[in-house]
């Protein structure tokens, strides 16, 4: 699968990585940029991320077109996108949250709804820019696509080629579906890191506690300085699956609580252990 022209709407870790994963394997031939800074997309050229910047017009010509900016764009994005584009442009995503974005496209693509592929790389960093971007950030790594019932089969199969160019390996998922399963493993775990930073930064003594703040504390709390704008974006766009999830972490943290505070043993072991069967069994 060779693509003659790909345009990128955000050219940072996510979009990054995917053109020069592909410029590596040689399955694109050239790449444009889009963006609103304009230094930005200056240094992903000089990166080699993208060959030049491109306006909407331009970019609506290319073959294949990857949305990779905040969810909560989505539909702005594509109203600007979608005079122009060409028959036969294929468009795809990389967004966090599934539902969300096939409504805004719906609303926004009209009649070439057919040739949008919502797609989700489960694949990331703290990090973030057009210098985080690197060429192995896909490889062995999962991207779900969730098409619907009007999604071109051969739009489908083209983007499916493309991430699979790029290392990664393609599965397919209900849109729904996905925002559940996502809202528990990847939303909640932001969330959570995010909440107990805000929590000890917002003590007077703040400071001390990160000080002395171990490799255990950073493992956990490292995604926490992901893009605020992203996790807000993805917050709100999956409220109704994400507001589930916290309200069953809370009351697994109020059984913990209540089994510290009891001083039960086996309450706790049972509990310290389930990691310990998933890992046996999963």
């Not at 080629?161 to 393609?170: D, I, K, S, T």
């Not at 994400?242 to 209540?258: G, P």
Request: net charge negative; proline share 4%.
């Amino acid at each position: 699968m060779i693509v003659d022209r790909l345009a990128l709407v955000g050219t940072g870790l996510i979009g990054g990585s995917f053109a020069l994963a592909l410029k590596q394997v040689g399955a694109v031939r050239e790449v444009l940029g889009v963006g609103r800074d304009p230094a930005r997309l200056t240094v992903a050229r000089e990166l080699g991320l993208i060959d030049r910047a491109a306006d909407w017009a331009e970019a609506g010509q290319a073959d294949c077109i990857l949305l990779a900016m905040p969810v909560g764009e989505t539909e702005a994005v594509l109203n600007k996108l979608a005079p122009h584009l060409k028959a036969g442009a294929i468009v795809t995503d990389a967004g966090s949250t599934k539902a969300n974005v096939v409504e805004a496209a719906r609303a926004a693509l009209g009649t070439r709804f057919a040739d949008f592929v919502p797609g989700h790389p489960i694949a990331g960093s703290e990090q973030s820019g057009p210098g985080a971007a690197r060429a192995d950030l896909y490889q062995g790594k999962r991207v779900v696509l969730t098409p619907q019932d009007e999604t071109r089969a051969d739009a489908v199969a083209t983007v499916r080629a493309l991430w699979e160019a790029a290392g990664a390996q393609v599965e397919t998922l209900e849109a729904a579906q996905h925002d559940r399963i996502f809202a528990a493993v990847s939303h909640l775990p932001h969330l959570a890191a995010f909440a107990l930073v805000d929590d000890l930064a917002q003590r007077a003594d703040g400071d001390t506690f990160f000080r002395f703040a171990a490799s255990g504390f950073r493992d956990f709390t490292r995604i926490a300085g992901s893009s605020p704008e992203m996790w807000r974006d993805i917050a709100l766009a999956n409220r109704e699956a994400l507001v589930a999830e916290l309200d069953a972490y809370l009351d697994a943290l109020q059984t913990l609580r209540q089994a510290v505070d009891a001083g039960d043993a086996d309450a706790l072991l049972k509990i310290f252990r389930a990691p310990v069967r998933h890992a046996n069994t999963g």
